[in-house]
């Protein structure tokens, strides 16, 4: 099977851009999570999808939203885009067959967004 | 809120020798998941173990072990025979039911050398 896919991989965009990245996921699986990744901040969770259903969103501001597609891909897209977003972008997919938690989740291999 | 403690940044080890990684995790729910992940230099995120708090029984994956105690809320890796391979960023995750559903919450991560 394939794993996670990522597009674009490396991203670059100024100030007040916007961005969209994109993520497929394992064939199968229903469920998309995504994190945001910064040497001060770590890994901190965005939201999760499901069915094309935003289930879960982490702390961030409504600058970030995403969508899922009835395929299961998902995009997130970033608007007016600060210095700070930069980032390393993972997504992870996971069966999402279950109403409880613990799945497995099995990460993309990342967009790198630098925002000058 | 639940919360992961990763108290290495940094571990080394030889080559062929054994290292224990440590992580903490502060939660209020009685089922929940943890899990370690790897992250080499290409930051593709890849999972090493997974172990369900209602088990009893340690995970094992070939050369990785887990030390889990739930009443001191700890979860350690133990990598045997270490290899060159294993170099890496080590993540401490946990996933709970309920609210936190399709998220993961991450340690700051620990940094594993491995000396020829």
């Known amino acids: 099977k394939a794993g996670v896919t990522q597009t674009p991989r490396y991203l670059i965009k100024t100030r007040g851009q916007q961005v969209t990245l994109s993520c497929s996921p394992i064939s199968g699986h229903r469920s998309v999570s995504w994190y945001q990744q910064t040497p001060g901040q770590g890994l901190q969770f965005l939201f999760e999808y499901f069915s094309e259903t935003q289930r879960n969103k982490g702390n961030f501001p409504g600058r970030f939203s995403g969508r899922q597609f009835s395929n299961s891909r998902s995009e997130m897209n970033v608007s007016t885009l600060e210095l700070g977003d930069s980032a390393l972008y993972l997504c992870a997919s996971s069966l999402g067959t279950g109403t409880g938690g613990g799945e497995t989740q099995y990460f993309g291999p990342g967009t790198r967004l630098l925002v000058l | 809120a639940q919360t992961v403690t990763q108290s290495q940044p940094e571990m080394s080890v030889q080559e062929a020798e054994t290292v224990t990684l440590s992580c903490t995790y502060d939660?209020?729910?009685?089922?929940?998941?943890l899990f370690w992940y790897k992250q080499p230099p290409s930051r593709q995120m890849i999972l090493v173990i997974r172990q369900e708090a209602y088990k009893q029984q340690n995970a094992t994956e070939n050369r990785f072990s887990v030390n889990f105690q739930k009443a001191a809320k700890s979860f350690s890796l133990k990598i045997s025979d270490s290899q060159l391979g294993d170099a890496a960023m080590y993540f401490c995750?946990?996933?709970?039911?309920?609210?936190?559903?399709?998220?993961?919450?991450f340690g700051r991560g620990t940094q594993l050398t491995v000396w020829p």
């Open positions: 939660t209020s729910e009685s089922d929940y998941y």
């Open positions: 995750a946990y996933s709970g039911r309920g609210s936190t559903l399709g998220r993961l919450y």
